[in-house]
C-alpha cells in the first residue's frame, strides 16, 4: 500500500482593484518592495506606470523585476496567463513565486476575475483567491462613488479598504469618506497609505482562510455584528424586515439567522436563482450554514452571479449553530432575500415530508 503525498498548497491570489487614478500603482511599487517571490499580473504596462527603477529585464508580456518579483501583462485572458506563470516557475524558466497579485484596470468589475479564480478548474486546484484589496482616492473618492458604480461595485467586494492621499484631503473630507465606506461595505476594516506606504500583512491574508496559519477564522471573516437584521419571520404569508440598512439609494447591506438546519437542495436552489437572475444584484454573499444532516457547517461565498463552491469546515467556531447570511445588494429589496430562502426551505421541507 502506498501513501499518496499530500497536495501541494495553493498559491494564494491578492485582486488589487480600485477606481482610476486611485492610487494602485504606488501601493503595488511599495508591495513589491517587501514582498519578494511575487507574481504581478496587470493589463498593461504602459497603463500601469511600474517604477522603472524596479525593472530589470522587459521581453515582451513579461518584466523581471528586482528581488525576485515576476511581472507580466494579461494575454487574451487571465486563465491562460495563470497556467504559463505557473508552468513556466516549475519548469524553471522563471523563479518560483510565493504569491500572485491581479491588478485590474480602474473601471474593472472585479467579478469575471474572480470567475476564473473559482470556477476555472486547473486554476483553482492552484491558486486560491487570498483577498480583495480595493484602493480608494481620499479627495475624489466620493465624487467616483456619486458617479461610476463601478467605483461602487469595488468598494462592495472588497476584503480591504485602503485609503490613499490622505495628506491631500482635509479631515471632515476623510471622516465623510470613512463613513461611506462603512456604510457600503460593513464588514470591511479600512486602512490608510502612506504615498502608498502599508505593512503587507495587514492586506495579505484578509479573506476566510489564512495559508500563513492554515486556519480559518469564520467569524472574522463574516462579521455578522456589522450588518443589520432582517427577518423573513412569515406573517399572513408576508415577510416581517426589520432594519433595512439603505445606503447611497440603491445599495443595502444586511444580516439574516435561521435558528433550524437548512435544507441543501433548498438553499443551494434558491441562492442559484437569486445569483443568476439577479447576479448583477447581488454584490457580496456570505455565510456560515447549518445543514440538515451534516454536523460540521458549511461556508458558503459569492460575488455577483460567481458562486464559491461549499467548503465544510472541520468544526464550528463556537456554540452558535445558527446559519447566518450577510449580503451586500444593489437595486434589491431587502426583504425578498430572506424571504426567497425561507420559501424555498419551507417548501422543500414540506415537500419530502408529503412524499
Keep these: 500500500m502506498t501513501n499518496t503525498p499530500p497536495a501541494p498548497p495553493l498559491i494564494p491570489v491578492t485582486l488589487l482593484t480600485g477606481f482610476l487614478g486611485s492610487g494602485k500603482t504606488t501601493l503595488l511599487n511599495q508591495l513589491i518592495r517587501q514582498l519578494p517571490h511575487t507574481a504581478i499580473i496587470m493589463n498593461e504596462f504602459g497603463e500601469i506606470g511600474l517604477d522603472h527603477q524596479l525593472l530589470q529585464k522587459t521581453d515582451g508580456p513579461l518584466a523581471l523585476l528586482q528581488g525576485g518579483c515576476i511581472c507580466c501583462t494579461v494575454v487574451g485572458s487571465l486563465s491562460p496567463t495563470l497556467k504559463n506563470l505557473f508552468m513556466a516557475a516549475k519548469s524553471g524558466d522563471l523563479p518560483q513565486f510565493e504569491r500572485v497579485i491581479i491588478e485590474t484596470t480602474g473601471i474593472a468589475d472585479p467579478a469575471p476575475i474572480l470567475d476564473t479564480l473559482i470556477n476555472d478548474r486547473w486554476i483553482a486546484a492552484r491558486f486560491a483567491l487570498n483577498s480583495v484589496v480595493t484602493t480608494v482616492d481620499a479627495v475624489l473618492g466620493e465624487q467616483q462613488l456619486d458617479s461610476y458604480f463601478e467605483a461602487v461595485k469595488q468598494v462592495a467586494v472588497a476584503d480591504r479598504l485602503v485609503l490613499t492621499k490622505t495628506d491631500l484631503a482635509s479631515a471632515a473630507m476623510t471622516d465623510a469618506l470613512r463613513s461611506r465606506l462603512v456604510a457600503l461595505n460593513p464588514a470591511a476594516p479600512i486602512l490608510s497609505a502612506d504615498h502608498g506606504a502599508i505593512d503587507p500583512a495587514l492586506i495579505l491574508n484578509a479573506g476566510l482562510y489564512n495559508p500563513a496559519t492554515k486556519t480559518s477564522d469564520v ?3 463574516l462579521k455578522l455584528s456589522r450588518y443589520r437584521p432582517v427577518s423573513a419571520v412569515s406573517v399572513l404569508g408576508r415577510p416581517v424586515v426589520q432594519g433595512d440598512a439603505v445606503h447611497d439609494d440603491r445599495i443595502r447591506s444586511f444580516s439574516m ?5 437548512l435544507e441543501w437542495e433548498a438553499i443551494h436552489a434558491a441562492l442559484q436563482m437569486l445569483l443568476w437572475k439577479g447576479g448583477k444584484s447581488v454584490l457580496r454573499m456570505k455565510a456560515i450554514v447549518n ?7 458549511t461556508v458558503l461565498h459569492a460575488v455577483g452571479h460567481v458562486f464559491s463552491p461549499p467548503v465544510e469546515l472541520p468544526e464550528w467556531p463556537d456554540d452558535n449553530h445558527q446559519s447566518r447570511f450577510v449580503f451586500i445588494v444593489a437595486d434589491l429589496a431587502a426583504e425578498l432575500v ?3 430562502l425561507a420559501d424555498f426551505n419551507e417548501a422543500y421541507r414540506v415537500g419530502k415530508m408529503s412524499a
Design 219 to 221: 467569524n472574522e471573516w
Design 257 to 261: 439567522t435561521f435558528d433550524e438546519p
Design 291 to 297: 445543514l440538515k444532516g451534516k454536523t460540521r457547517p
Design 338 to 340: 430572506p424571504k426567497m
